[in-house]
């Protein structure tokens, strides 16, 4: 009986217990952790593209960016989204790794009407005055997230990042 109230009393490996219980916690807030940021990074990332791609198709001229159709230099666009440059080289890497489909990008021309009133003034002057529309381009993309956990067998499959922006065509 001696030796089994010693055995009770002894504290020693307290906190190698408590740490063994503590571990499995630990981790999953640490691989939570690094999960979010990485999904937040590559949304980030996405963001960024599609609005260089939107500044970089405002900049067309009117002749390429038609009202309702495809813009005439529709790849130059997806390329400045995925890769951060129009033309492809043999330099070119996607801001993403994993970005690897042009068909995740869309671009869209839809134009607002500017038909001058009884007096003649129209709603957008300045630089579209004497234009019957004025077009917009959006640009989207809808990119398949590929988590850090695929690495351990975890898959989040449906999971994407989304990103769209929009601005008027200039012209220039």
């Known amino acids: 009986m001696k030796v089994l109230g010693r055995f009770l009393a002894c504290e020693r490996g307290a906190a190698a217990a408590e740490m063994a219980m503590v571990t499995p916690l630990l981790l999953i807030?640490?691989?939570?952790?690094?999960?979010?940021?990485?999904?937040?990074?590559?949304?980030?990332?996405?963001?960024?593209?599609?609005?260089?791609?939107?500044?970089?198709?405002?900049?067309?001229?009117?002749?390429?960016?038609?009202?309702?159709?495809?813009?005439?230099?529709?790849?130059a666009i997806k390329n400045q989204v995925r890769l951060g440059e129009p033309a492809v080289t043999d330099t070119s890497r996607p801001r993403l790794s994993y970005w690897t489909d042009d068909s995740t990008i869309a671009v869209t021309i839809e134009c607002h009407d500017n038909e001058a009133d009884a007096d003649g003034v129209r709603t957008y002057a300045g630089l579209y005055n004497g234009r019957d529309d004025v077009p917009y381009v959006t640009v989207s993309a809808t990119v398949p997230y590929q988590p850090l956990a695929r690495l351990i067998g975890l898959d989040f499959a449906g999971l994407s990042v989304t990103a769209s922006n929009q601005a008027p065509v200039v012209g220039i």
């Open 29 to 75: 807030l640490m691989f939570g952790a690094l999960e979010t940021g990485k999904f937040f990074l590559d949304e980030h990332v996405v963001v960024k593209a599609v609005r260089d791609g939107a500044r970089f198709a405002a900049r067309q001229n009117f002749a390429s960016m038609p009202c309702d159709d495809a813009a005439v230099n529709e790849q």
